[in-house]
């Protein structure tokens, strides 16, 4: 069983912040030319903003992850 939403305003703030750096990192690397050491860069936070927003998901939401 999940908490309300109501209960869950910081963490759903934070997801939502995740998400928002999310996509500004995919407009940045959407910019660089393929193999350019600052998209690889970027590439790479992007991925452990979207593993930390997947996990913050199943807490909320009561999925579940797994490594």
Known sequence: MTAL????????SELEKLREDREALLS????????????????ERARLITLQAIELEAKLFGGTFHD
């Open 28 to 43: 940045r690397i959407r910019t660089l030319r393929p193999h350019a050491h600052k998209r690889v860069a970027l590439e």
């Open 5 to 12: 939403p109501l209960l869950n305003w910081r963490e759903l």
